[in-house]
């Protein structure tokens, strides 16, 4: 396998805009992350303590009242307030109406099927959903369609919001849906602008006709209303009006900011605090020694040479992308020895049997790097950034392969993690935690990363995931604190961060490569 075919690892080690990813390919994508390096994010920032253990559900927010009283107009203007808050989703409880048979379509039609029913919504999947994106776990969502009356075959898969609000006319219908909420919220509204509003949107977006729609509502909705959603405006802690809400939207959005302050965990800070004095207490300079699934690439004179290469800083670029090559195709071997190998006999072609070995996995590593060294390999990718304000590390993006977005993961599938550097292992931590929450085990992640610092996160982060390996480059002595210029989205300066950078270090890894 030649070294110069392999991409490098992930490469943002531009403190403080530490970076978990695959695709790493775009430079115009490093580009886009230089100029925010004061990020205004709305990723979402940590779920889970130092333990790795969850410790802030998402916040729950459930909105109910009756047929185009306003309900996903709400939802939207708080979204809209929370301005730059972490993620948001809108949940609808129309994803969750039940499978039709042919002749209930054809009843739909004739608008003779009653949608207004609690029965015809599929509640217990609606809380399973709500409950895993509550905790945090990732989900997929049926699609509804209002034309066709009918659930399509796609789901959508969500996963990773730090504010749920769901919303529907049932919302506060079902035990088990409100033991769910934080937050709870009855659109009222009058019944004439509903229906009003109504008969405007259901012909124009729902494709409908004006006596179908008087005649379901004359039938279904009306009574529905009466009967089962009105009486739910108990079950809310806030009434709002269903025209006219902006002053109610600016104090429902007041309190989810405060709830969510309540919840901020400092997890960087703590991760960067934490290094030293943990390799005091274990009294041993080598880091392998100490941490039981910590694979150091033997420091043969070859990757010793790499290496030296690598922290050069008058190294050209050309070297410096041929180095990096090198050394990434020769962790990933490295990290290929831990997956778990058969016995295989094999006939070779002078008719002789030869025993051998073949891996017992399917690899699903995060890499496109990876690719080169393991083909025929699904790769996802995470971009994982520090947030300006609090150093925090955040999730912007995830893009995970299908098998794990859908929960799909044979027994023996396996995930490589690769990121640049294992620094305060913030983003490090994220993206394991990530993995947790789509089912993946930890003892079948392999971590391959250029650089780990000794007195950074990794003791935490191996006290977190114990079984998770790390197989890495390097391990550097030190861990520097130091005060990062801001640059905003004009290219201005702008307000300073402090971030940690590993001592002596690579430098910014993805600006060598890519820059
Ligand atoms: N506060 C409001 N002011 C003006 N129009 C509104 C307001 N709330 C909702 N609408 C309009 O009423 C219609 C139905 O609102 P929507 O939020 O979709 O209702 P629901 O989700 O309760 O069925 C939409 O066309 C929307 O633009
Ligand atoms: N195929 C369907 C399914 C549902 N409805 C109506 O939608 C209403 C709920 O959605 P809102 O956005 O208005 O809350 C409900 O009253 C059903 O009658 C439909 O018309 N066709």
Redesign the pocket.
């Known amino acids: 396998m030649s070294g110069d075919t392999l991409s490098p690892l992930p490469t943002f080690s531009r403190p403080g805009l530490s970076r978990t990813t695959t695709t790493l390919t775009a430079r115009d994508v490093l580009l886009q992350a230089r100029k925010n390096t004061v990020l205004k994010s709305h990723g979402r920032p940590p779920w889970y303590g130092e333990d790795g253990h969850r410790i802030s559900d998402a916040f729950v927010i459930g909105i109910a009242?009756?047929?185009?009283?306003?309900?996903?107009?709400?939802?939207?203007r708080i979204v809209q307030s929370l301005g730059s808050i972490p993620t948001v989703v809108i949940l609808s409880q129309d994803s969750f109406y039940k499978q039709h048979t042919p002749e209930e379509i054809e009843l739909a039609f004739a608008s003779r099927y009653d949608f207004d029913h609690p029965d015809a919504i599929d509640m217990p999947l609606f809380a399973s959903c709500l409950a895993d994106l509550k905790d945090c776990r990732q989900t997929n969502i049926p699609i509804y369609s209002f034309t066709e009356h009918q659930r399509l075959d796609e789901t959508k898969y969500l996963y990773g919001a730090a504010i749920i609000i769901a919303?529907g006319?049932m919302a506060l219908h079902d035990p088990a849906l409100r033991a769910l909420y934080d937050l709870k919220i009855f659109?009222q509204c009058d019944s004439d602008l509903m229906l009003a509003?109504?008969i405007?949107?259901d012909v124009t977006e729902r494709g409908r006709s004006v006596d179908g729609i008087l005649e379901q509502y004359l039938r279904y909705v009306k009574p529905s209303y009466d009967h089962f959603v009105q009486p739910t405006s108990r079950y809310a802690n806030i009434i709002v009006p269903?025209?006219?809400?902006a002053v109610a939207i600016d104090i429902i959005s007041t309190h989810i900011r405060r709830q969510l302050d309540e919840r901020a965990t400092q997890l960087r800070q703590r991760l960067a605090g934490t290094g030293p004095r943990d390799l005091v207490a274990h009294g041993s300079p080598d880091l392998a020694s100490q941490t039981l699934n910590l694979t150091l690439l033997p420091q043969t004179p070859q990757v010793k040479g790499i290496l030296t290469i690598l922290r050069d800083a008058e190294t050209c670029r050309g070297d410096f992308i041929f180095f990096t090559d090198r050394l990434a195709t020769l962790l990933v071997e490295k990290a290929t020895e831990l997956l778990p190998y058969r016995p295989k006999s094999v006939v070779t072609p002078i008719g002789v049997e030869a025993h051998g070995k073949q891996v017992d996995v399917q690899v699903r590593p995060l890499e496109r790097g990876l690719r080169r060294v393991i083909n025929d390999i699904p790769i996802g990718s995470m971009l994982i950034q520090s947030e300006a304000a609090s150093g925090e590390p955040i999730l912007l993006h995830l893009q995970l392969p299908i098998c794990i977005r859908q929960r799909h993961l044979a027994q023996n599938t396996y995930v490589f993690l690769v990121d640049a550097q294992i620094s305060t292992g913030a983003a490090a931590f994220m993206a394991i935690r990530i993995l947790l929450d789509h089912g993946v085990p930890q003892d079948h992640i392999i971590f391959v990363t250029f650089l780990v610092a000794r007195c950074g996160g990794i003791s935490v982060l191996q006290r977190a995931f114990p079984a998770v390996k790390i197989v890495c480059g390097a391990v550097d002595d030190h861990l520097r604190e130091m005060w990062l210029e801001g640059v905003d989205e004009g290219e201005q300066p702008a307000e300073g961060r402090k971030v940690w950078v590993v001592e002596p270090g690579i430098g910014h890894i993805g600006d060598r490569y890519y820059l």
Not at 242 to 245: I, K, L, W, Y
């Open positions: 009242g009756g047929s185009a009283s306003g309900k996903t107009h709400v939802a939207r919303e006319i659109v509003r109504r405007k949107r269903g025209s006219d809400n």
